[in-house]
Each structure stands twice: as structure tokens, then as C-alpha cells.
């Protein structure tokens, strides 16, 4: 067999134990604070920096076995993908930078947003390869992915008004909630503690040790452990004012839900403990942990998401007994979750290569329990649906690769990472992976397979039970290489041929057959051919199966295929009959009897299916006279050849096929599902023979045969709905027939008034099911009626008129007002009914029936009402976007998408658009300007950094908008001749941080502890400035020294040296003296720093006494000529007790508050960098976001010299065009060229320099900010040892250093 090279991915250590606590949750302020313990042991001895996750946490402090405080720098390259370059506004260069951002914080590749450098004290540990614990304190405020706060804004306690909170994520997002090491490949043990009000309970992942009280009983800890060894992306948190069931039936397992759902809980999990005691005697292998918890919380980020021991599902899978259409649903998604225990918790994939693995297994798990639970009907059909799910997907879209080692595909994103995929790919992911398990189940035998699978369990839980070492772990973790070994150990079979057909290559096999009897030689003779040049077509060489019924049974026959084109020749066992009465063997063994007055009289011929188990990935299509579409339909019994029949049938319009979809229709053997699809064929029939049909419409008689009443079939019998297959069709056929049309494309009358009389004499008074799917299903079938109107509605001077509507429309317009009202006062379960009538509203005014107004849907598409009712009108308004062209309203939908509060929602609305755009890429739209590009850019480039879901959704509309290319409707710009793809490689858009760069950083860092410059020594080029700060008075509750990364990371190119980014700006903290000052508000400090700066060549310094923290460099100014001083330095700084100059007898100065980073904006071009450059200006949002700068006269500092321009010495009189060679920068520019610095910038000194002002600022206005606070808990004093100085985000590199 073929060995696979072993992954390493170079992780210079490894997790043991982690520890995570949170001590305080505010639902108000939707933030925490808390801590994490990372034990780790170094795998090499020489180990100085290690990388770690962590996004949007603001992190306080970093200690090495709670002794060494440790340095530590943050770099996130994904809070803006593309920096700065305004010329390029095509997918293939975003998709670039995607993935080399994603790469950059890749744990995997072990990378992270944060560098923690240890410090010296620690290096004889790490010679002697002994164990660390790191701890981090951190905190999360108002975060914008990984956890979701669900505030009702109503009257009550939290507890009453239902207030909780839980995590989620896209794939591997714990970093977003707590900084780890966010990989699957890195499992360890875990001690959980949450500290909640006491009203509050918190359900995590592991067993519940004990729950402990606060002395003043107002707050409780909730201690879980996790002894088996589990991934951070497996954690999980729920908290809020639970209801708590046992499982009557496994003790083990706990379910949680929202108050007063208690009731409807017990139902929908009462039959859980089967899909257990399923998977556990399938599997021959207990459940791997010790116990289960399943939690129902609002507004889920998807509907199921399964953790290490819980799963955190949607609120609105709950139901009563007496819905039924949800009971499928949601028995299939629970049934999913505990199969994902098995693999996906307890057995993860080793990286994301892997994926496929667990997702395969699992979703092949659940597929049998559904078998077992809903029938072997069923299970084929979802298959078969999945099946063409897929070839549809590959051959629209592009291929898909279910392990993308070293391959791309030619999709508009990667496929190597799970951050930069199509949300829509990962759907179909999914399914092609539980297509490729089964048919390995083929291939290897099912025995066999479940052995492979049992062995997977039994190795892993070996592992799990032994101490730490270096990789004994290993084993919980599967690839595609260690999957191969277990089969041809257990099976002694090599399937690598397999493997790479189906794993490591995208595409279905693309069929066309036809046939032909030969008489004389009582033959068939068949001709299969491939497709090889259709879309998403693979060159399949193997075994292919043909299953012919002839008149004396059915036969299998496998034929090799090798070419493109091949032809064979069937021996048929039979003779043909001429007038001979005898019944037909099926393959099932039963024998019918059959009308051979269809057939071809010489043939023995019934019917042929290529591939009937479904056990290739294939599109066929296949070409049979109709009567054997007839025959197979009728006496076939398998529901996948049923339904290729009844598709083939549609282009076969004729009295035989009318006939055989009606006995289809009415044969209660049939499965249900085969018979609503006949329903929607036979309206499709009937459409097209509507010159020659005869009698009454389509299914109407059949329709009062099953369902009228015995006395008078015009008139519908009660409800009872104890039959689901008459459930299922009751509602179905209405619905196909509205789709009826006369010869003149309009409803038949009859129809009409047939559908107005259900709703009529609907009665459902005694039956113990909810009808409310059949009252929508009823006015999704009137709105199916709906043709475009005569005359269009008239509005007057008096308001909207209804005038010149026809009767039956007026009818059903007041038929649902009327369901509408009674909506709102006796909602129905899930407002089904709110749905269908919004549909039919907008098919209304699609069809001119009703004026196009959108107000409606936007009143149905606020937050606070329910989630099908927001999306139904999501998707109104999106088809009124495309109908009527309205920019405003398009706008209103992106700041929906980009916005609102509801996760589901923004991903569904955002679906929605893609699935009904409103224009496309070769089309004359007004919506299509350049405008809208940039608002779509800026959404997938910076806003949307938070939710790879969404932000990849942004990129597939983008796609079906503007394909691959730059949009038509923007500019071209100037620079676009000169640009090349030697320029591209070297284009200044770093991606992470090269090791050397960090090196130089934390080097200045150390040489700033150790050099305290003061004013006697400053060099001749540094200009000195006073700026003073005003803190605020409201202490700041934190550890130590604090920063927040949340907004300002930026990304670099490995490739492209730091150093040649711009001349840079050295500064050094001479002074920080606090002065009182009085205002209006009362006595306060300000605190006067006084800043040398100074343009150096190496990079941007900051030297500063210690212990200075340092946040940020400042920004780019955003006018040019203006005083640089108030555009560049943004301080804010304090000093404590100890190093603070003070008089004696004088308070010192309060706490201080550190602001939130601004929202990013894109700021116009004269706030950017030259097009040259790739490294973005940052503004700040606003001025109440940072702190104030003096407005007095101050020493304006030199600007950075950005490519394309140069630096401008505010101190000096603007040099002539002759004497630019004299000035600074031209000397900074010599001297850059001398140390081999190849990048070229024009100088053209443009902007006159202010005079230079002598002394210091003698008066400073004050005024007064709104900074904002993070406050999480009021708390009596804060400690803050060191000044802290902060500046604006700057272009990359964007370092946070402490």
C-alpha cells in the first residue's frame, strides 16, 4: 500500500491541560472577563516565543508559571484582508489575500494573532524540556462573533425576561471567545469554571463537579472537567435561566431549554435514548464520554452545533405532538448531533484536509438510524437527493475536492482553508463526503466498514485513558493516511485507487446510454458514453452496473469501463411473448401482472437502469421509449427509479403517461414522497395537453374521492390528520393543482373556487393534530394561481384602490387579511401561516395586482419577529429589489445583512441575494455602481472579519455580481499599464510578521527597559512636543496593564521586509508630569508627555521610559499641509505612585481610561497612502473615540514618508524644486538606496510647512470627551502600575506591544 507522508506541523510544543475561567458575565454590557491556564511542553529546547489564538480579546497580562510576566505582540492580518490598494477590486487578488491571512494566524501552520516571547528566566526550563503553565488575563466586551447575547428588551429581571448568552462558531472560532491554541489537532484536558448570577445556570462541555456560591449568595461557580482529551474548537458555553430535564430514559443525558418551554421539551427529546443505544450497538462500542447535554437556546447560529459532551441547538426545533412536518426535521438533526459525538468530538480531524473524515462518518451514522427510524424509502431518497445535490453543484459551480492537499480548484475561494470556502460549499461538502462513505460500505462490505469504525473508536479511546506524552493523543485524531492504514489492517484490501479517485480529485462521472433490441441475435446492444468536457466531469475508469427487467426477471450485468465511448451486448434470458398472459418476476421476488400492449412486440425488453444502488457519484442520462418510463414507474419499486421516471416523463406529455401518474397518485403502497412528485409531473402533463384534455381539471376528482365527504364529495370531510400520507397529500395536491393553466396561461375557474371552498370548509376542531401546514400549504396554492393582471391596480388621490381586481382575487385578498389578523391574535406554531401569506402578498404585487410597496415586508423584516416570518420577508424584498431596481432599498438589506442582531437571519438574507440577485455581471443595471462595489468590498475586506460565514457569503455575491474580473462600472485607474506581476510579488501588503521583525521589536522593547533617555541627550533630529491628556474620572476596572486589539490588525507579506515599508518615526517618553488643573466640572490632573520624534530608516521606534506600554504607532494624517501634531499623536498616559513626579501632599492622579479602537471606515484618498503602497492610513471614527490633543500652538512633527510621496518637515521652509535635494528626506532617501532598499518614490514637495514654533504651550483648551468605557463591573480602585500611551491603528505593521 502507499504510504502517505506524516503531517507535522511544526508546533514547537504541546498542550497538556488548559484552564479556562470566567469570573464575571454582565448580560447589560454583553461582556466577561476571565482567564486561561495553558500547561505546555516544549518539544525543542531552544523555544523563545509561542504563537497562540486569540481575536477581539483584550488581553491584560501574560504570566509564565504565575512568577515571569512575559512580552507578548499581536498581529491579526484578517480584520482587513486587502490593505490600501484602491486598484484592485477582483476576486482572485482578494482570494490571494485571503488565504495568505488566514495562513498567517493558522494554528496548524503554528501560527497565531499573538507572539508571547518568554522571558529569559524561563529559557534553562525550556533547555530541560520541562512544563510551563502560561496564564492570560483577558477580557471580551460587546464581541462581534463567538458569542451571542439574547437580551429581550422588556420589563423583568434577566431571568424573567429569558436573558442568556452562548458561544458559537464558524468551524474552528473558539479564538473568538478565548485565547487557545484553535486547532483540532491539539487536544488536552480541560477544567471549566463559570462564575453566573445566581438565577443563571451554566451548561459547558465535561461533567458538572460542584456548584459553588459567593459568600453573599448572589453569584455561583460552576466547575466542569474534562478529562478526555478535547480541541479548543469542542468548547462550548450556555448560559442563562435554563428549565433542566433528565432524561427519564438515560440518566446520563440532560436536556436544557428556555422558560416555560419545559412541556413541548419533553416531547421533542423523549426519544433520544434509540439513537444511543443505536449507535452503540451499530458501532459495538459504548458512548465515549460520561454523559450528554443538549441545550435550546434563541437565535442559534445554525440550527445544530455539536461541542465535546452537548450540543447547542435552535429554540425552534421544539414542537408539541401534535406537529408533524417538524418531527422529521428535527429527529434527523438530533440523530446527527449524537453521531457527531462519536466523530467530530470524541474521534477530530487532524487538519482541515481531513475534514471529510469525521463529517462523512458521522452524517453515515445518522443515515442508518434514519433508515431504521423512517424507512428504507426514505434513506434512498435522501441519497439520491444528495446525489444530485452534488453533480448539480460541480456542474454549475465548479468542482469539489473532498481532500485539497496541495490542490485548488478553479473556484472564486480556496478550498484549503474552512475561513475562505462558500458557506454553499460546505453544504454540499457534507453531502459528497457521506456520499464517499457509502460507497466505501460498497467497496469494503458493511461489515467490514463497521469494523474499520470500531477500531477507530477503540484506538481512540486507548488513547484517551493514558497520561500525557508526546503523542499519545495522536491516535483521537484521524487523516485520510491514518484512515487507509486501519483498512488494510482490518481489511487487508488497498484502496488508495479509491481514495484518489473520489478524495483527492473533484468531479462526477457524466453519463449518456442509449439501447437498441437486436432481434436476430435476441441481443441488446448498449452504448454508454462520458462527457468529459461538460463542467464538473471526471474521467471515471471502473466497474459500471446495468440492470435490465426483462419478461422473465430481472438481471444484473457489469461492464468495465475504459474509454470515453463504449459498447456492449446483453444476452437477454428471455424470448419475447406474443399474446401470452403470464406474470413478470421482479427484482424485489414478487410477481405482478403487467399490460404488454405498450410495449415493442419483439422485444423482451421492460426497462434498463445504469447504476440502481447509487454506488458512484454520477449524472446519467438515459434514453428509453416512454412506455418503459411507464413501466418503471408503475411496477419498479425502488423511489430513486421512480423519481428519474417521473422527471423523464414531463417530456412525454401523453394519455399512457397521464394514466400511469394518476396510478401512481392513487396507489397507497407507493411512498409518499414519489406520489407528491407525481402530483407536480401531472400538472405539468396536463399543462402541456391542455388543447386535448378532457373532463374536469387535473387530480379534482381524485382529490374529492380521498378527502370529501361521503355525503357530499364537494365539500372537504374534517381533519384528520392520523394518515401522513394523506396528510402529506391533502396538502400537495392543491398546491399542484393551482399550477393549472387553461389555454390562455390563466387558472381554470373551477380551480379557483375549488381552493376557495377548502379554505371554506376547513374544520379541524377534532383532530389532535395542528393544521397549520395546510392552512399555509392552502395560500401557497391560491398565490400559485395568481396570472399578471389585465388592467394594473389603480391608486387615486384617496389612497390605494382595489377597484379593477377580479373577484376571486378581492376574495383571497380578504381571505388573507382575514389570516393575517387572526395571526396576531392566535399565532400559529413556527407563524407558518404569517409565511405563506407574505409569499402571496408579494406574488400580489409582482403581478400588478397590488402597488409594489416594500414598507410591509420591512414592518414583517425588523428584529423582534420571529425568524421564518424575517426571512420570508427578506425574500420579498429581495424579489422586489430585482423587479423594481431600487438602490435604497438594496442598501437598506446590506446594512440588515451587515448589522443586525440576529446571526441566522444576516446569513439567510444574505443567501437570499445570492440565490435572486439583482442583476448580474453582463448586465445594464442602474444598481450596478461603483458605489455598491465599495460597500461590498469594505463589507468582505474589513466590517464582516468576525464571521467567516458571512464574509465568505459577501464573496459569493460578489461572484454572481461582478464575476472573477474587476466590476465593468468602476474607473480604470491611471497606474494600470505600469502594473505587473513582478510588482505583484513584491507589492507592499504584508501578511504576517517575519521572524526577524519580531526579533527587532521585542529587542527595542528590552532596550527601552534598559535606556531611560532623558532631555540632555536627546540627538539634534528630535523636535520636542507637549501634549497633555485629561483622564477620565471613572476608574477602570483591569489587571495591570491592558490593551485592546480588537479592530487594529493589519497583515504583511513573509516576502516583503519590513523595512521597506516608509521611512519611519522615532520617538522617545521624556516626561510624564501630572499638573492640576480646574474646569467646570470640578479639579482634575492633565497629564503633560512630553514625545521626541525623529525619521529613521529601520522602522518605526518607540522608545519610551519604562514601563511604557505602547498600543500602536500613529496614523497617517488624513490633510495634507494641516497641523500634523493634532492629526498624529493620540495619547492617552498616566504614571504611578511609585515613578510618577508628584509634590508631597498631592493625590495622584486617578485610574485611567483606555478608549475602544474606532470602528475602521475607508477614508477617501487623500487619507490613504499612494496607490504604490499597499499599507492603508487608519482615521480614527471619531473624535469622541480617542482622546483630545491640544488646540494651542505645539512643534508639528514630520509625516511619514509614504511610497509615492515623501516627508514633509513641518519645522522648516518648504525647499525649492532645486533645493529638494537638500532635504531631509531626500538624504533619508540616499541613504535608504545605500543600504539596497529598491523601492522608488517620487518627491514633489506639494504643501508649504507651517513656521516653527519656540517653547513650550503656555495654554491648552480642554474639552470634554465622551470616551467610552468598558466597565464591565463597578469596582472600587483600579491598579495601573504604568503610563500607557495610545495612538491610532496604523498602516502594517500593526504591532501591540507590552
Given at each position: 500500500m502507499k504510504k502517505e507522508p506524516k503531517i507535522d506541523n511544526h508546533r514547537p510544543y504541546k498542550i497538556s491541560h488548559q484552564t479556562l475561567c470566567i469570573t464575571a458575565i454582565n448580560f447589560e454590557k454583553q461582556s466577561l472577563i476571565g482567564y486561561v491556564e495553558l500547561s505546555l511542553y516544549p518539544q525543542k529546547p531552544d523555544l523563545r516565543r509561542i504563537k497562540i489564538n486569540s481575536k477581539q480579546c483584550r488581553i491584560y497580562r501574560v504570566c509564565i508559571n504565575d512568577t515571569w510576566e512575559a512580552a507578548f505582540l499581536y498581529n491579526d492580518p484578517t480584520l482587513e484582508i486587502c490593505q490600501g490598494d484602491a486598484k484592485q477590486r477582483n476576486l482572485d487578488f482578494f482570494q490571494n489575500c485571503h488565504l495568505s491571512a488566514m495562513t498567517a494566524v493558522e494554528a496548524d501552520n503554528a501560527n497565531g494573532e499573538v507572539t508571547i516571547r518568554l522571558p529569559q528566566e524561563a529559557f534553562p526550563l525550556m533547555a530541560d524540556m520541562r512544563a510551563i503553565r502560561i496564564s492570560i488575563e483577558f477580557s471580551l466586551d460587546s464581541p462581534k462573533g463567538g458569542v451571542h447575547f439574547v437580551v429581550p428588551n422588556i420589563e423583568g429581571s434577566l431571568a424573567e425576561r429569558g436573558a442568556h448568552m452562548f458561544s458559537y462558531g464558524h468551524e474552528n472560532s473558539s479564538r473568538l471567545w478565548f485565547p487557545c491554541v484553535d486547532t483540532f489537532s491539539e487536544p488536552c484536558s480541560w477544567k471549566l469554571e463559570f462564575t453566573v448570577d445566581?438565577?443563571?445556570?451554566?451548561?459547558?462541555?465535561?461533567?458538572?463537579?460542584?456548584?459553588?456560591?459567593?459568600?453573599?449568595?448572589?453569584?455561583?461557580?460552576?466547575?466542569?472537567?474534562?478529562?478526555?482529551?478535547?480541541?479548543?474548537?469542542?468548547?462550548?458555553?450556555?448560559?442563562?435561566?435554563?428549565?433542566?430535564?433528565?432524561?427519564?430514559?438515560?440518566?446520563?443525558?440532560?436536556?436544557?431549554?428556555?422558560?416555560?418551554?419545559?412541556?413541548?421539551?419533553?416531547?421533542?427529546?423523549?426519544?433520544?435514548?434509540?439513537?444511543?443505544?443505536?449507535?452503540?450497538?451499530?458501532?459495538?462500542?459504548?458512548?465515549?464520554?460520561?454523559?450528554?447535554?443538549?441545550?435550546?437556546?434563541?437565535?442559534?447560529y445554525v440550527d445544530a452545533s455539536s461541542y465535546a459532551?452537548?450540543?447547542?441547538?435552535?429554540?425552534?426545533?421544539?414542537?408539541?405532538?401534535?406537529?408533524?412536518?417538524?418531527?422529521?426535521?428535527?429527529?434527523?438533526?438530533?440523530?446527527?448531533?449524537?453521531?457527531?459525538?462519536?466523530?467530530?468530538?470524541?474521534?477530530?480531524?487532524?487538519?482541515?484536509?481531513?475534514?471529510?473524515?469525521?463529517?462523512?462518518?458521522?452524517?453515515?451514522?445518522?443515515?442508518?438510524?434514519?433508515?431504521?427510524?423512517?424507512?428504507?424509502?426514505?434513506?434512498?431518497?435522501?441519497?439520491?437527493?444528495?446525489?444530485?445535490?452534488?453533480?448539480?453543484?460541480?456542474?454549475?459551480?465548479?468542482?469539489?475536492?473532498?481532500?485539497?492537499?496541495?490542490?485548488?480548484?478553479?473556484?472564486?475561494?480556496?478550498?484549503?482553508?474552512?475561513?475562505?470556502?462558500?458557506?454553499?460549499?460546505?453544504?454540499?461538502?457534507?453531502?459528497?463526503?457521506?456520499?464517499?462513505?457509502?460507497?466505501?460500505?460498497?467497496?469494503?462490505?458493511?461489515?467490514?466498514?463497521?469494523?474499520?469504525?470500531?477500531?477507530?473508536?477503540?484506538?481512540?479511546?486507548?488513547?484517551?485513558?493514558?497520561?500525557?506524552?508526546?503523542?499519545?493523543?495522536?491516535?483521537?485524531?484521524?487523516?485520510?493516511?491514518?484512515?487507509?492504514?486501519?483498512?488494510?489492517?482490518?481489511?487487508?484490501?488497498?484502496?488508495?485507487?479509491?481514495?484518489?479517485?473520489?478524495?483527492?480529485?473533484?468531479?462526477?462521472?457524466?453519463?449518456?446510454?442509449?439501447?437498441?433490441f437486436n432481434r436476430k441475435r435476441n441481443v441488446v446492444e448498449l452504448e454508454i458514453k462520458q462527457d468529459l468536457n461538460a463542467k464538473g466531469a471526471l474521467k471515471y475508469v471502473g466497474p459500471l452496473t446495468v440492470t435490465i427487467q426483462e419478461l422473465d426477471g430481472s438481471f444484473n450485468h457489469t461492464f468495465k469501463i475504459e474509454e470515453n465511448k463504449t459498447k456492449f451486448e446483453i444476452t437477454c434470458h428471455s424470448k419475447s411473448r406474443r399474446n401470452k398472459k403470464k406474470k413478470i418476476p421482479l427484482i424485489t421476488g414478487e410477481e405482478v401482472d403487467m399490460d404488454l400492449s405498450a410495449m415493442d412486440a419483439d422485444s423482451p425488453v421492460l426497462w434498463l437502469r445504469v447504476d440502481a444502488d447509487l454506488q458512484l457519484l454520477r449524472h446519467v442520462i438515459w434514453e428509453q421509449p416512454d412506455y418503459m418510463w411507464q413501466y418503471q414507474l408503475k411496477f419498479e419499486r425502488d423511489v430513486s427509479a421512480q423519481l428519474q421516471s417521473i422527471w423523464a416523463l414531463e417530456h412525454y406529455p401523453t394519455p399512457q403517461t397521464r394514466l400511469a401518474l394518476t396510478d401512481t397518485i392513487e396507489n397507497e403502497h407507493c411512498f409518499y414522497k414519489v406520489r407528491m412528485d407525481a402530483c407536480s409531473c401531472l400538472a405539468k402533463v396536463a399543462n402541456s395537453m391542455v388543447a386535448g384534455w378532457t373532463g374536469p381539471p387535473a387530480m379534482m376528482i381524485m382529490f374529492k374521492k380521498m378527502f370529501g365527504s361521503h355525503s357530499c364529495q364537494a365539500i372537504i370531510r374534517q381533519n384528520n390528520f392520523s394518515n401522513f400520507q394523506h396528510y402529506f397529500l391533502l396538502k400537495t395536491i392543491p398546491m399542484a393543482m393551482a399550477n393549472l393553466r387553461t389555454v390562455h396561461c390563466i387558472c381554470p375557474p373551477e380551480v379557483m373556487r375549488f381552493l376557495l371552498e377548502l379554505f371554506k370548509y376547513n374544520d379541524n376542531s377534532k383532530n389532535k393534530y395542528s393544521d397549520n401546514y395546510y392552512r399555509a400549504a392552502l395560500i401557497d396554492a391560491m398565490s400559485a394561481t395568481i396570472t399578471p393582471a389585465v388592467t394594473p391596480v389603480v391608486i387615486s388621490e384617496l389612497g390605494k384602490s382595489t377597484d379593477s381586481l377580479t373577484a376571486d382575487t378581492k376574495q383571497f385578498l380578504e381571505e388573507i387579511t382575514r389570516c393575517l389578523n387572526l395571526e396576531k391574535l392566535l399565532p400559529c406554531y413556527r407563524h407558518t401561516v404569517t409565511v405563506s401569506c407574505i409569499r402571496a402578498i408579494r406574488s400580489l404585487q409582482k403581478f400588478g395586482h397590488l402597488p409594489n410597496d416594500p414598507e410591509l415586508f420591512k414592518s414583517y423584516a425588523a428584529y423582534g419577529v420571529f425568524r421564518d416570518v424575517r426571512l420570508a420577508a427578506f425574500n420579498a424584498i429581495v424579489d422586489f429589489i430585482k423587479v423594481d431596481r431600487n438602490s435604497e432599498t438594496l442598501k437598506w438589506l446590506l446594512n440588515m445583512i451587515e448589522t443586525d442582531p440576529d446571526i441566522l437571519v444576516r446569513h439567510g438574507a444574505l443567501q437570499l441575494l445570492i440565490e435572486n440577485p439583482p442583476f448580474r455581471k453582463s448586465d445594464n443595471n442602474p444598481?450596478?455602481?461603483?458605489?455598491?462595489?465599495?460597500?461590498?468590498?469594505?463589507?468582505?475586506?474589513?466590517?464582516?472579519?468576525?464571521?467567516?460565514?458571512?464574509?465568505?457569503?459577501?464573496?459569493?455575491?460578489?461572484?454572481?455580481?461582478?464575476?472573477?474580473?474587476?466590476?465593468?462600472?468602476?474607473?480604470?485607474?491611471?497606474?494600470?499599464?505600469?502594473?505587473?506581476?513582478?510588482?505583484?510579488?513584491?507589492?507592499?501588503?504584508?501578511?504576517?510578521?517575519?521572524?526577524?521583525?519580531e526579533d527587532e521589536l521585542f529587542d527595542e522593547m528590552s532596550q527601552a527597559e534598559e535606556t531611560t533617555p532623558t532631555k540632555g541627550t536627546q540627538s539634534e533630529d528630535i523636535e520636542m512636543i507637549d501634549v497633555d491628556v485629561t483622564p477620565e474620572k471613572k476608574p477602570f476596572f483591569v489587571r495591570g496593564e491592558s490593551h485592546d486589539h480588537r479592530e487594529t490588525g493589519t497583515k504583511r507579506k513573509a516576502s516583503s521586509p519590513l523595512t521597506d515599508l516608509r521611512p519611519n518615526l522615532e520617538s522617545s517618553v521624556l516626561n510624564v508630569k501630572p499638573e492640576p488643573v480646574q474646569s467646570d466640572e470640578g479639579s482634575g490632573f492633565k497629564l503633560k508627555i512630553k514625545i521626541g520624534m525623529k525619521s529613521t530608516e529601520a522602522g518605526t521606534t518607540f522608545?519610551?521610559?519604562?514601563?511604557?506600554?505602547?498600543?500602536?504607532?500613529?496614523?497617517?494624517?488624513?490633510?495634507?499641509?494641516?497641523?500634523?501634531?493634532?492629526?498624529?499623536?493620540?495619547?492617552?498616559?498616566?504614571?504611578?505612585?511609585?515613578?510618577?513626579?508628584?509634590?508631597?501632599?498631592?493625590?495622584?492622579?486617578?485610574?485611567?481610561?483606555?478608549?475602544?479602537?474606532?470602528?475602521?471606515?475607508?477614508?477617501?484618498?487623500?487619507?490613504?497612502?499612494?496607490?504604490d503602497s499597499s499599507s492603508p492610513s487608519h482615521a480614527p471614527q471619531s473624535l469622541s473615540d480617542v482622546p483630545s490633543t491640544p488646540s494651542g500652538p505645539s512643534k508639528p512633527l514630520p509625516p511619514i514618508a509614504t511610497p509615492g510621496s515623501h516627508a514633509l518637515d513641518l519645522t522648516t521652509k518648504p525647499p525649492t524644486e532645486g533645493e529638494g535635494s537638500s532635504s531631509k528626506h531626500h538624504k533619508a532617501k540616499k541613504k535608504k538606496n545605500k543600504h539596497k532598499h529598491k523601492h522608488k518614490h517620487k518627491h514633489k514637495h506639494k504643501h508649504d510647512r507651517p513656521d516653527k514654533k519656540e517653547g513650550k504651550d503656555k495654554e491648552k483648551s480642554e474639552k470634554p470627551e465622551k470616551e467610552r468605557h468598558m466597565d464591565l463591573y463597578s469596582s472600587g480602585t483600579s491598579n495601573f502600575n504604568s503610563p500607557a500611551i495610545q495612538a491610532e491603528a496604523p498602516s502594517s505593521p500593526d504591532f501591540e506591544v507590552i
Open positions: 445566581r438565577e443563571m445556570t451554566a451548561v459547558s462541555c465535561g461533567d458538572l463537579i460542584e456548584v459553588i456560591y459567593t459568600p453573599d449568595m448572589k453569584k455561583k461557580t460552576f466547575h466542569y472537567y474534562l478529562s478526555t482529551p478535547t480541541a479548543a474548537p469542542n468548547i462550548a458555553l450556555a448560559v442563562g435561566p435554563f428549565e433542566i430535564l433528565v432524561d427519564p430514559n438515560m440518566h446520563e443525558v440532560t436536556h436544557f431549554c428556555l422558560p416555560h418551554l419545559s412541556s413541548v421539551l419533553k416531547h421533542t427529546t423523549s426519544y433520544l435514548h434509540e439513537s444511543f443505544e443505536f449507535y452503540e450497538e451499530l458501532l459495538s462500542s459504548r458512548y465515549p464520554y460520561s454523559c450528554y447535554k443538549q441545550v435550546f437556546v434563541d437565535e442559534s459532551t452537548m450540543t447547542i441547538f435552535s429554540v425552534d426545533l421544539l414542537h408539541s405532538s401534535r406537529i408533524i412536518d417538524q418531527t422529521f426535521i428535527t429527529r434527523r438533526l438530533m440523530a446527527t448531533a449524537v453521531a457527531e459525538q462519536f466523530f467530530g468530538a470524541f474521534i477530530a480531524m487532524q487538519s482541515w484536509n481531513d475534514a471529510w473524515l469525521p463529517k462523512g462518518m458521522a452524517n453515515y451514522l445518522s443515515s442508518l438510524f434514519i433508515k431504521k427510524t423512517f424507512g428504507n424509502n426514505d434513506h434512498r431518497m435522501t441519497i439520491y437527493k444528495h446525489l444530485q445535490d452534488v453533480c448539480e453543484y460541480e456542474g454549475k459551480v465548479g468542482g469539489l475536492v473532498l481532500d485539497p492537499v496541495g490542490k485548488e480548484t478553479n473556484q472564486h475561494f480556496s478550498i484549503k482553508s474552512p475561513h475562505t470556502v462558500s458557506p454553499k460549499y460546505l453544504e454540499v461538502f457534507v453531502k459528497k463526503a457521506l456520499l464517499v462513505i457509502r460507497m466505501l460500505e460498497f467497496r469494503l462490505g458493511s461489515e467490514l466498514l463497521l469494523q474499520v469504525l470500531n477500531k477507530l473508536q477503540a484506538l481512540a479511546f486507548t488513547a484517551s485513558q493514558q497520561k500525557f506524552f508526546a503523542n499519545t493523543w495522536s491516535n483521537m485524531l484521524v487523516s485520510t493516511s491514518s484512515f487507509l492504514k486501519i483498512i488494510y489492517t482490518v481489511t487487508g484490501k488497498d484502496i488508495q485507487p479509491f481514495i484518489d479517485l473520489w478524495v483527492y480529485q473533484s468531479g462526477c462521472a457524466h453519463f449518456f446510454g442509449n439501447f437498441v444598481l450596478n455602481t461603483d458605489s455598491l462595489v465599495e460597500r461590498l468590498w469594505k463589507m468582505m475586506n474589513s466590517s464582516l472579519s468576525h464571521d467567516s460565514r458571512l464574509r465568505c457569503g459577501i464573496a459569493d455575491l460578489y461572484y454572481v455580481l461582478y464575476g472573477r474580473t474587476r466590476p465593468t462600472c468602476l474607473a480604470i485607474p491611471e497606474s494600470v499599464l505600469v502594473l505587473n506581476l513582478k510588482e505583484k510579488t513584491t507589492m507592499l501588503n504584508p501578511t504576517i510578521v517575519p521572524e526577524k521583525t522608545l519610551a521610559t519604562t514601563p511604557t506600554t505602547i498600543i500602536s504607532p500613529p496614523p497617517v494624517p488624513t490633510t495634507p499641509g494641516g497641523s500634523f501634531a493634532s492629526e498624529f499623536m493620540k495619547f492617552v498616559g498616566m504614571k504611578s505612585d511609585s515613578e510618577s513626579p508628584s509634590t508631597s501632599g498631592q493625590p495622584p492622579p486617578p485610574p485611567l481610561l483606555l478608549p475602544h479602537p474606532p470602528e475602521r471606515k475607508r477614508e477617501s484618498s487623500v487619507s490613504r497612502l499612494s496607490e
